[in-house]
């Protein structure tokens, strides 16, 4: 049998000189077929005439599970909806409003969590069609699909399972006919163990110091999911006590700059660094182990790696020649999504050194409260899914491409990056799941800022500019009530006051009629016009602890899946971040090369007229410090020294 490399297939996506033969079909004949149809779906594009055979299968039960067309817009119920769109055009949510049955009907509380819906641009006949288009999508096939390890991933031929990570001890979650969970309980005892023995000062430093400053290099997944919860929680008062006298920081960027920053200041033998991959072969990642890694030797000598640095990867295989011991590495699985992964070790590890285990698995059990509530709940009480349904009826129906998260809440300042994330990465498609160019738009651009701070810069635009839905969460109790004598509300009653007047000022707006009653002069009045009808929705969390941060997560990543399900597209494959990565190694290769020639790109180095020009000006102006022999590392204090 033929032995064929799947087509653009990178370490990322199979194990390193991955090929497969036998397991391949061939896919000739089969294009009219409904099975047929995926199997050459799924390979447009691509070179290669065949597909691995359990792809193929998981595949074929997608296309099966869908009733009627290959595409979401054939069926009944998304042609239904289009139509309606004529009715809600013309409501106004001034109206919407005041219709108290509807309004009762659009609040969801569930889990400790508030949601109210009544200022997105529904009636309850929507919802009702978006409950049918649910239905004849198979929505619930596929959520049960994914919770019980069916490989969904079809193009990675993987399991999504990220909710086993945060699973109870007692759980089974089965995958390819093995019971993960003691697997993932494995790895959480070793991060407990670990991560208390640095704590409390078992585990020292080569030279015999506690390590009370961890440094988590990663990237992507492997940073934007810590980063969010660790602002999360290190304004949270048992937080703040657990990790009283630590530091946790991040190097994401492979910019000298982010580097430098990251390191500034701290004390080698005091540092542990925690390298943070799934692959353990991006490029950004690697150079700044390598880079930090000779800050530590450099400073503490060759002993220090076995004491200073440790590793979260699914390839164990890399971190050993990296020179990291297996032993002090943190295992993960395929079947977690690098942006689906902060609840296995690639968040556990790192957070847990600085907040401590049992902090950690609070946040566990929230996401695994909303896991089991998105499995479980029907759709008319299940907060993924309604509001994944109320996102695909903003996107695909009103037309609404982006979507505002503004947390009033500092510490959840890094919930828009790290959602952006996942959501663009995840749901960013441009075929459905079996291949298929899609005729619409999928995904949503996602930005945002904590209110109020967003008020001040962007939000002109959302008030009488372009219509972007926006998604406001509030904290009934905020982590730091500090109530100042004398003043008249406290300040998070202040920020409170505008997280409630936001979304009226939006649904609301302001007429021509109210502005003249209010003596605005006429020539003033079509600048000062509001014209409202602009959707949101309103979160409120209890409180903004662990378990709140964790039930939230897994809140949005649901709903993320929701609408991948829905638009019938992979949302857990990534092929679209592939292309650059591939040129950047192109422009590595001739940089390399041109060092040798006279510092000149050359035609025939393959680049178009820009790039070749683009490239020269940079090599012609770009510094270059050669540092003194013996320092092979950027030499932060020789920076500081004024070198
Ligand atoms: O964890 P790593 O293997 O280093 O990957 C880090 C990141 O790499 C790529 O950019 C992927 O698109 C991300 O999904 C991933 O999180």
């Not at 529904?122 to 409950?131: A, D, G, I, K, W």
């Not at 998070?492 to 006051?497: A, G, V």
């Amino acid at each position: 049998m033929q032995t064929i490399k799947l087509p653009g297939a990178s370490q990322k996506s199979f194990p390193v000189g991955a090929s497969f033969s036998a397991k391949f079909v061939p896919r000739v004949g089969v294009r009219h077929h409904p099975v047929g149809t995926a199997f050459s779906g799924l390979v447009a594009g691509l070179e290669s005439t065949t597909v691995p055979r359990n792809v193929a299968a998981s595949v074929a039960k997608m296309l099966h599970a869908q009733k009627k067309g290959s595409l979401v817009d054939e069926l009944p119920a998304w042609k239904a909806l289009k139509e309606h769109v004529v009715d809600i055009e013309k409501t106004h949510l001034r109206d919407l409003l005041h219709d108290e049955a509807r309004c009762m009907a659009l609040i969801k509380e569930s889990e400790g969590i508030y949601c109210d819906f009544t200022r997105q641009r529904v009636t309850q006949r929507t919802l009702e069609l978006l409950y049918e288009l649910a239905e004849q999508s198979n929505l619930r096939e596929k959520i049960n699909a994914m919770f019980n390890g069916e490989h969904i991933n079809s193009t990675e031929d993987r399991a999504v399972l990220h909710v086993a990570t945060r699973a109870h001890r007692n759980q089974k979650i089965i995958v390819d006919g093995r019971d993960v969970v003691p697997d993932v309980w494995e790895v959480l005892d070793k991060i407990k163990a670990f991560s208390d023995k640095v704590r409390n000062g078992e585990w020292l430093g080569v030279t015999g110091k506690p390590l009370k400053k961890v440094v988590a290099i990663g990237i992507g997944g492997s940073f934007l999911g810590p980063l969010f919860v660790h602002t999360a929680l290190r304004t949270e008062p048992n937080a703040m006590r657990a990790s009283r006298d630590r530091t946790l920081r991040f190097l994401a960027n492979v910019d000298p700059i982010d580097v430098a920053r990251a390191l500034d200041g701290l004390d080698p033998e005091e540092t542990l660094v925690v390298v943070i991959s799934k692959t353990f072969t991006t490029a950004e990642t690697m150079l700044n182990a390598r880079t930090v890694r000779s800050w530590l030797i450099e400073r503490l000598g060759p002993d220090a790696v076995a004491k200073h640095m440790v590793a979260v990867s699914t390839n164990i295989k890399l971190v050993k020649e990296f020179g990291i011991d297996p032993d002090n590495a943190f295992g993960f699985w395929d079947w977690v999504g690098g942006r689906y992964s902060v609840c296995s070790a690639v968040g556990i590890l790192p957070l847990s050194l600085q907040y401590g285990f049992d902090i950690m698995q609070e946040f566990l059990a929230g996401a695994n409260n909303m896991d089991e509530h998105f499995k479980n709940q029907p759709y008319q009480d299940n907060l993924p899914v309604l509001i994944g349904l109320l996102s695909i009826w903003n996107v695909s129906f009103l037309g609404y491409g982006a979507k505002a998260i503004l947390p009033y809440c500092q510490a959840l300042s890094k919930l828009a990056p790290h959602i952006q994330q996942v959501d663009m990465e995840s749901n960013g498609k441009g075929v459905d799941i079996n291949g298929v160019r899609l005729p619409f738009q999928t995904g949503e651009i996602d930005f945002g800022e904590p209110g109020t701070n967003g008020q001040h810069s962007f939000y002109q635009l959302i008030h009488q500019g372009r219509v972007i839905p926006c998604e406001f969460i509030g904290i009934v109790r905020s982590q730091q009530s500090v109530y100042l004598k004398g003043e008249v509300v406290s300040n998070h009653d202040e920020l409170m006051c505008n997280f409630f007047a936001q979304a009226d000022a939006l649904a609301y707006g302001k007429t021509p009629e109210q502005l003249r009653s209010d003596n605005v002069p006429d020539y003033l009045i079509p600048h000062r016009v509001f014209t409202g009808n602009r959707p949101s929705m309103s979160i409120m969390l209890p409180s903004c602890t662990a378990y709140t941060v964790g039930q939230l997560l897994s809140m949005y990543e649901h709903r993320i899946a929701v609408q991948g399900f829905i638009w019938n597209i992979n949302s857990f494959d990534q092929w679209g971040v592939e292309l650059g990565k591939v040129l950047a190694s192109k422009v590595r290769n001739v940089m390399n090369g041109v060092r040798t020639r006279d510092r000149k790109v050359l035609p025939q180095d393959g680049f178009n007229y820009s790039t070749t020009r683009m490239m020269n000006k940079y090599l012609e102006g770009k510094t270059q410090i050669l540092y003194p022999e013996g320092h092979d590392v950027f030499p932060i204090d020789m920076l500081r020294a004024g070198h």
